[in-house]
């Protein structure tokens, strides 16, 4: 069973579009990060959200962190080419916690 | 060197070999993580190191997975008898860890990608 289920699965658009994925849970974290993947690397971070309703920019880039903090979205306002990757959302739970959880991913490809 | 690196970074192995993958984390990082993520998903805890204190292991999936640290250095997974189902790729991450924060930035290595025959 995962924790975190994002949507969509699979995102194909062209450049300059507008995009958003969403990152859901029943649970409740302390915090959430939300990481880019690009093929064979390891994940980046992006941002870390750790207040409901917080909201981060980065550039073009929009993180909101749920009221109930069980959930999360980002927003890429006009796409590049160069956001293609995997985006991964991952929340912690307690302050002490030792391990991220990880959703499923989002596979972007912004096409030029 | 300034970032996470992982060794091999390819391992094609038999089905009931052994396995080692290795982990030299940034250095002066305290914390080391080992995740493993299959084909189109996304990663799943497998262990954690933080200094000298006993490591968490409560992500590994059976007994053949077994993982050391040696300090605040070089981390070893070993995987034992080898199944298909062991295929993915194994990230390791490390992270300055400070206290209970649940701020801190783990980096991530570029992975090793273990294809079992």
């Known amino acids: 069973t995962q924790l975190l289920e994002q949507s969509p699965q699979f995102l194909s658009i062209q450049e300059g579009e507008n995009l958003t994925v969403y990152c859901n849970s029943s649970?409740?974290?302390?915090?959430l990060q939300w990481y880019r993947q690009e093929p064979g690397e390891g994940p980046v971070l992006l941002v870390t959200?750790?207040?409901?309703?917080e909201v981060k920019k980065l550039k073009r880039l929009t993180f909101q962190f749920g009221d109930a903090r069980k959930d999360s979205s980002l927003h890429i306002t006009a796409a590049q080419p160069g956001d293609t990757g995997l985006y991964l959302c991952?929340?912690?739970?307690?302050?002490?916690?030792?391990?991220?959880?990880f959703g499923t991913g989002t596979r972007l490809t912004v096409i030029p | 060197g300034a970032g996470v690196s992982q060794s091999p970074s390819n391992k094609v192995t038999e089905k009931g070999k052994d396995v080692e993958l290795r982990c030299d984390p940034i250095?002066?990082?305290?914390?080391l993580y080992w995740y493993r993520q299959r084909l189109g998903q996304g990663l799943e805890f497998l262990i954690y190191f933080q200094g000298n204190s006993a490591p968490d292991k409560s992500g590994l999936p059976s007994d053949r997975f077994s993982a050391e640290r040696t300090g605040e250095s070089v981390s070893t997974l070993t995987i034992q008898r080898t199944q298909q189902e062991d295929s993915a790729v194994y990230l390791c991450?490390?992270?300055?860890?400070?206290?209970?924060?649940?701020?801190?930035?783990?980096?991530f290595g570029p992975g090793t990608r273990l294809l079992v025959l």
């Open positions: 991450a490390s992270s300055q860890r400070q206290g209970a924060s649940i701020k801190e930035t783990q980096y």
């Open positions: 959200v750790v207040t409901g309703g």
């Open positions: 991952a929340g912690a739970k307690g302050t002490g916690a030792n391990n991220l959880f």
């Open positions: 250095s002066g990082h305290t914390a």
């Open positions: 649970s409740v974290f302390s915090s």
